[in-house]
């Protein structure tokens, strides 16, 4: 194992331009990484930290999951995403902005959810969740000249912990409530750590006891 990990940082080395990746296994525990306390360009990787601080509003009562947004010619950006393309006046809410943004990456969708949410309180609970390598600058193409030369970062380290975090009970429930409303249950599908699957069986039936989605084995797909 030890030399299969060496000869992949290896080949991550050998890459032109500058390179990043963390890696754990979250049933053994097992990790390896390269430069990945390293702040590197997001991209669309800084979405999970937006979506990680609307769900923390929602739960502090902060903003309601079922306000209304109305689309704005002011919020379009370049595409990915198809927001752009929908025609001004349209009600969305916030929920329906997190599905764009986080299932094709709707670049729209995330710049109104920063505006509603705050880039400093999204930035506050990077730090407050110690993401460590992570910061929020600005909106996707961001154009307005203060914010000129402002990046956004994300770190290996500091993605890999949210990520994990994600599979922590109270994130989980929360996930699954908002999402489960906007999609048909009987589809839904939630893989988990195998020897956790009851843990979160009996955690759903008791916080989500209306919701009938399907526990597998985590990696395993539908058709399992």
Request: aromatic letters at 8%; charged letters at 25%; one cysteine or more.
């Amino acid at each position: 194992m030890e030399a299969l990990k060496q000869s992949i940082i290896e080949r991550v080395k050998a890459f032109p331009g500058h390179t990043s990746f963390y890696f754990k296994d979250l049933t053994s525990g097992d990790s390896f990484s390269y430069n990945s306390d390293e702040p590197m360009g997001a991209a669309s990787v800084i979405k999970l930290t937006v979506m990680a601080e609307l769900f923390r509003q929602i739960d502090a009562g902060m903003i309601s999951r079922d306000q209304k947004l109305t689309v704005k010619d002011e919020n379009r950006v370049p595409i990915c995403g198809v927001l752009t393309l929908m025609h001004s006046g349209m009600e969305v809410t916030p929920i329906d902005l997190c599905w764009l943004m986080i299932t094709i990456s709707d670049n729209m969708a995330t710049n109104m959810l920063i505006d509603l949410l705050g880039i400093d309180n999204i930035q506050a609970n990077i730090e407050r969740l110690g993401l460590a390598g992570c910061k929020l600058s600005r909106k996707l193409f961001e154009k307005r000249p203060e914010f000129r030369g402002m990046r956004n970062y994300i770190s290996g380290n500091g993605i890999g912990k949210l990520l994990e975090m994600l599979g922590d009970l109270p994130v989980f429930l929360h996930c699954i409530r908002n999402f489960s409303e906007i999609c048909d249950q009987q589809n839904m599908v939630v893989a988990v750590r195998s020897e956790a699957i009851e843990e979160y069986r009996r955690s759903a039936a008791s916080h989500l006891p209306k919701f009938t989605f399907k526990f597998v084995p985590g990696g395993a797909t539908r058709s399992d």
